[in-house]
């Protein structure tokens, strides 16, 4: 499946890639900070919160299975950037997952059906761009996927859909 994902690689695609993973790293955090800041100035303390635990929660113990695991990068063909931390699950995905998959239900609660399913095409995007760029191999980024979405579909019927 990498050789396969890689055998599209183009120098503009690169371009493209490079910029997408980054949206499930350093920026995703900026942007939950500055949702948090938001949510706190609203006065939407529920959401504040339930934001936090999605986001929070599966980034901390993304970082206990990485150490747990202890699976090595990929090494079939030379990364587009470097990484040295270990392999599953992918960070990045569960990151772009607990953001972006909060985003689109909020998007979805609040009728705007189009970017929710833009939100979630986007995690996807994020999780492609991570074995495209040789940094994970498939079964990472769909452990970060599968950990990452039960997470937030708990999180989100904890503080939403009890007693609705």
Excluded: C
């Excluded at 695609?13 to 997408?20: E, G, Q």
Aim: glycine share 8%; hydrophobic share 60%; no cysteine.
């Amino acid at each position: 499946a990498m050789q396969f994902v890689h055998a599209y690689s183009r120098p503009w695609l690169n371009v493209v890639m490079l910029a997408i993973t980054q949206t499930g790293g350093v920026l995703t955090a900026l942007v939950f900070i500055a949702l948090l800041y938001w949510l706190y100035w609203l006065g939407e303390f529920r959401w504040m919160w339930a934001a936090a635990v999605s986001f929070l929660g599966p980034i901390s113990v993304n970082a206990l299975l990485k150490l747990w695991f202890a699976r090595p990068r990929p090494d079939v063909f030379t990364p587009l950037i470097a990484v040295h931390t270990f392999s599953f699950p992918s960070g990045h995905t569960a990151a772009a997952v607990s953001l972006y998959g909060f985003l689109a239900f909020v998007l979805w609660r609040a009728d705007k059906k189009p970017l929710a399913v833009l939100s979630l095409l986007w995690v996807f995007l994020v999780a492609l761009s991570r074995v495209y760029l040789g940094v994970h191999y498939p079964s990472d980024v769909l452990g970060a996927l599968t950990f990452g979405g039960a997470w937030l579909l708990g999180v989100m019927g904890w503080f939403f859909m009890r007693g609705s």
